[in-house]
């Protein structure tokens, strides 16, 4: 038997099973089982090279965007208009073929748009659903385009498919802090009191995983299926914004609902409409950091940003609020556990040098920081501060003698021209 006709199988005994007390550590079990054997389906086939073939495409530019949905919805259309690649368009399903990429020009950055063929429910189409799924991972945020026409429930089936090969779609890590051991037992401890799960079963799925020393601490009121997410290792936690394209088709009425969802922007390609709105969201969700570079004495380059990103590394916890990913904690706990590590993250001082050159950071003295992050012109920051968008940096080094930075600004003169401008427009946070 096949891995799908497996899950299938489980899935089926799953709905025959009746949920209450009695059934809860036998379902738990099943839904670890499933998990296990999609990480399988997800497992690249022996011998090949692990990529998804005719769909890899280089990374270019300051950020990756991918386009999915089900087929027709316009994601080619899209593609043509915000980036001037063709991309054939047609109104049969499955016009798209393969990874088309494309490049938005936006805020002095250059971020890859990634056109990609429509997904359907159900397992069938695997190996399409899996190369899809591969781009979309390497992303660095999702636009799931919907058809305004269609039923709402798209959305939901969509996270669904998506769910299953491991994306979670504006979510963040479950707070379950889970490290493998060599001896020693299980160790199970939580901070609060659990309702959706208990000892004995965690214990039955750390079972069905063979794994028989571990420390385990909930920190949140998490459920089965935060944990197996957990124990898996795999999950990929993503920002994506839901892009209702074709509301030249619908009412009024029914807009103005769609535009009200979370996360959601309404368009039509036909009529180029709200193309600004959003790029602006995309733009927003990605947490991108442009930060400019200012020569001493001289006015920064504003057309030619240092672009780092907000967006959580291996290693870190954050959460959602109303507009961005705020970071709330890093611990090496989590290293292991949560998130696929990413190769960019971090908006320290340190990561801009490392931008610049890996063996700058050892020559910094300080930096002179202009902008949103600044507490006051210039704010003299040592390489932990935290840089916000739009931030001008200066970088003092050590061997430039110990004469301050004060001495070289007599007044604040120097300070960069458009800042100050901004200044006035965007009130100091925090
Ligand atoms: N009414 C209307 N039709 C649109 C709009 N955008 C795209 N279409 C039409 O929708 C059909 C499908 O567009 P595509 O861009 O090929 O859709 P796709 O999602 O790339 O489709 P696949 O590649 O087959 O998955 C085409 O006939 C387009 O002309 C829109 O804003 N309004
Ligand atoms: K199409
Ligand atoms: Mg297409």
């Not at 009746?18 to 550590?25: D, F, L, M, S, V």
């Not at 090969?165 to 479950?174: A, I, Q, S, W």
Request: aromatic residues 8%.
């Amino acid at each position: 038997m096949g891995i799908i006709e497996k899950i299938k199988e489980i899935e089926f005994e799953m709905a025959r099973t009746q949920k209450n007390k009695a059934t809860e550590y036998h379902l738990g079990q099943l839904k670890a089982k499933i998990a296990k054997l999609r990480t399988q389906l997800l497992e690249p086939p022996k011998g090949s090279s692990g990529g998804g073939d005719g769909f890899e495409v280089t990374k270019f530019g300051h950020g990756r965007v991918a386009l999915i949905g089900f087929p027709s919805v316009g994601k080619s259309t899209l593609l043509t208009m915000l980036t001037g690649t063709q991309s054939e368009a047609a109104s049969y399903e499955f016009t798209t073929l393969t990874c088309i990429p494309g490049i938005i020009h936006y805020n002095d950055t250059k971020i890859q748009l990634l056109d990609l063929p429509g997904i359907i429910e159900g397992l069938v189409h695997k190996l399409c659903l899996f190369q899809v799924i591969a781009v979309a991972k390497s992303s660095d945020i999702v636009l799931m385009v919907l058809d305004a026409s269609k039923s709402e429930g798209h959305r939901q089936i969509l996270t669904k498919e998506l769910e299953a090969v491991g994306l979670r779609l504006n979510k963040r890590p479950p707070q379950i802090y889970f490290k493998k051991k060599k001896t020693g037992g299980i160790s199970f401890n939580s901070t609060m009191p659990l309702t959706h799960v208990d000892e004995k079963l965690c214990y039955q799925i750390l079972h069905e995983y063979k794994i028989h020393n571990a420390e385990i601490l909930f920190r949140e009121d998490a459920t089965v299926d935060d944990f197996i997410d957990v124990i898996e290792g795999n999950r990929k936690y993503m920002k994506c914004v839901y892009v209702y394209n074709k509301i030249d088709v619908i009412g009024i009425d029914d807009v103005d609902n769609l535009a009200r969802q979370p996360n959601s922007v309404v368009i039509s390609c036909n009529l180029r409409l709200n193309f600004d709105r959003l790029l602006a969201k995309m733009w927003e969700e990605m947490g991108l950091v442009r930060v400019y570079t200012k020569p001493q004495g001289q006015q920064p380059d504003f057309g030619d940003p240092v672009v780092l990103s907000v967006v959580c590394n291996a290693n870190s916890l954050y959460f959602w609020t109303d507009a961005m990913f705020v970071l709330v904690g890093v611990s090496s706990n989590f290293g292991t556990t949560i998130c696929v590590p990413q190769d960019r993250g971090g908006c320290s001082v340190e990561d801009f040098c490392n931008h610049i050159h890996r063996s700058l950071v050892k020559d910094v003295k300080y930096v002179l920081v202009w902008g949103i992050s600044a507490r006051h012109y210039p704010q003299h920051c040592g390489l932990a501060h935290a840089l916000h968008d739009e931030d001008v940096v200066q970088v003092v080094k050590k061997k430039e003698g110990n004469e301050g930075a004060r001495g070289r600004f007599k007044s604040h003169s120097d300070a960069p021209a458009r800042i100050s401008d901004r200044q006035k427009k965007a009130p100091l946070k925090q």
